[in-house]
């Protein structure tokens, strides 16, 4: 079997040197392709930090096991993590947090065992990236969450979970708040959870899961997460098990999947030799997991705890009163502990219970659609406009705007109705929102509402335009704080 690897900039080549030659002496039986990814690809002049040959490979081997890449500042560049995940749609970041005997924590001085898995959507949320100023006052960044996008990410984390004998799968969310996108992600959880009837699977609103996890991370066993709230928690379940060093991480899709450390390229630290590949290493477990590589997955891992448990270390964690080892030391501890078992928390031999990838080579773009087919029924428009003047004093020239079907009903700002009621307590921007809905919900035609946009543009700077829709007699958008 062969996989695409990048090494990555900084530490990138040395930890990634270390986890190849614990892999080769595990004989661990994959080819490496190198490829070309990272900073100095971005300063050969490839805009997307990676060559075209590199990106041929990938898509051609379908994984891609990476070191931690630099992005070069304030060049305008993306990320080429981001885009590697976004570009092969790799639409469920899996990180597995355990307690390692050996890295202390607050939790395993306490003796509480903890071994979860957060499962964040890593393509849609704000992380589109759709963003635009409104006024030079005002940002506007755009949340996708869809319905199919949703569902991948949800369906590959009962799954896993079933087939790991999970204990428990929640969904964290914030739809008390964001009722329409975080709305969707909880209903579609819901609706997958019925075809997993013997998984105990519940929600949970994301603060209160925030709270839970720091006094009690021992009761979660899986959690699916929307993309910005799963970065965020998932960075704190690092924190429970010792860091950043201690969190793998995997990026899976149907056709590519990119196993990578979740650190950066610690450049103080780069060239050194003293770097902790265990990271890396963990990341390259869950890799050898999703090959069905279960046999030499199990031997590596069981060799890293008893290494991790013997007090062996590098400079960045462990018993200080040991002395540190070297990035090759570590490795070549590991390689002389295998077939040996740590004392707590043995690994057992697991059934390959990683997502099977369709591995299909593909031609076109996968078109992801919705079972919802109901049809759409425009009944309103939120108009954007830029104003300093006072919400009443907008509400009179707007009102001349109305038409014989759309009526001014809220002027918001910020999201809070200031009009027709409000409070005089509540600050504004130069930004308010005129929402005209139609009189008892008739329909109103697209030309409707770009003559009534043409209209109040003799009047206003229009900044932004949204359509209110209706379907199935359910409103499609939400209502103003207020209203
Ligand atoms: P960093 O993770 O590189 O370093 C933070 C601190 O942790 C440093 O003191 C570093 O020495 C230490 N550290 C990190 N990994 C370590 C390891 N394996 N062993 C021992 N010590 C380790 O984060 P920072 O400094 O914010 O970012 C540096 C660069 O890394 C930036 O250019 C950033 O863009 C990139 N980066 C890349 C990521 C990726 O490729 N997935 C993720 C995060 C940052």
């Given at each position: 079997m062969k996989i695409a690897v990048a090494n990555g900039d900084g530490i990138g080549p040395e930890i990634m040197e270390a986890v190849i030659h614990v892999?080769?002496?595990?004989?661990?039986?994959?080819?490496?392709?190198?490829?070309?990814?990272?900073?100095?690809?971005?300063?050969?002049?490839?805009?997307?930090?990676?060559?075209?040959?590199?990106?041929?490979?990938?898509?051609?081997l379908g994984i891609l096991f990476k070191g931690p890449m630099e992005t070069p500042k304030g060049k305008g560049v993306k990320s080429v993590n981001v885009t590697a995940r976004k570009t092969w749609n790799t639409y469920a970041n899996d990180r597995h947090f355990q307690t390692l005997n050996g890295v202390d924590t607050v939790f395993s001085k306490a003796g509480i065992n903890i071994d979860l898995t957060i499962v964040r959507e890593n393509i849609e949320d704000t992380y589109g990236g759709v963003e635009h100023m409104l006024t030079q006052d005002v940002a506007l960044g755009r949340r996708f969450i869809t319905r199919p996008g949703s569902e991948q990410v949800i369906r590959y984390a009962f799954e896993m979970a079933k087939k790991k004998?999970?204990?428990?799968?929640?969904?964290?969310?914030?739809?008390?708040?964001?009722?329409l996108t975080d709305g969707l992600f909880l209903e579609v959880f819901k609706e997958v959870a019925k075809e997993y009837p013997e998984l105990n699977s519940d929600d949970i609103i994301v603060d209160d899961l925030c709270m839970k996890l720091v006094s009690r991370p021992e009761t979660f066993d899986v959690i699916v997460l929307t993309n910005l709230q799963g970065d965020i928690v998932s960075d704190l379940c690092a924190g429970l098990v010792g860091g950043l060093g201690f969190a793998p991480s995997a990026n899976i899709g149907d056709h590519i999947s990119i196993f990578e450390a979740v650190h950066g390229t610690a450049p103080d630290i780069a060239g050194k030799n003293i770097a902790n590949p265990t990271s890396l290493l963990l990341s390259g477990l869950s890799m050898l997991r999703h090959l069905g590589l279960m046999e030499q997955a199990v031997i590596i891992e069981n060799a890293l705890l008893y290494t991790l448990e013997s007090g062996v270390h590098t400079g960045d964690f462990g018993d200080k009163t040991i002395p540190s080892v070297n990035t090759t030391q570590f490795s070549q501890a590991i390689i002389d502990n295998f077939g040996k078992l740590p004392k707590t928390n043995p690994r057992p031999h697991l059934n390959n219970f990683d997502f099977v990838p369709t591995n299909s080579k593909i031609t076109v773009n996968p078109m992801l659609e919705g079972s919802h087919k109901e049809e759409r029924k425009i009944v309103g428009a939120d108009i954007f406009i830029e104003s300093n003047l006072q919400p009443n004093a907008i509400a009179k020239i707007a009102i001349k705007h109305e038409t014989e079907n759309l009526k001014l009903n809220i002027i918001s700002n910020r999201g809070t109705q200031v009009w027709p009621t409000g409070s005089v307590y509540t600050n504004l921007v130069n930004q308010f929102r005129l929402r005209f809905e139609s009189k008892e919900d008739n329909t109103v035609t697209q030309k409707d509402v770009i003559n009534l946009y043409s209209s109040l543009s003799n009047d206003f700077q229009i900044?932004?335009?949204?359509?209110l829709n209706m379907w199935a007699g359910k409103k499609g958008y939400s209502l103003a704080q207020g209203q």
């Open positions: 892999f080769n002496s595990a004989k661990v039986p994959l080819e490496y392709q190198f490829v070309d990814m990272g900073k100095w690809v971005f300063d050969k002049g490839f805009s997307n930090g990676m060559t075209p040959e590199a990106k041929a490979t990938i898509e051609d004998g999970a204990k428990r799968i929640t969904c964290g969310h914030k739809a008390n708040i964001m009722k900044s932004s335009i949204e359509t």
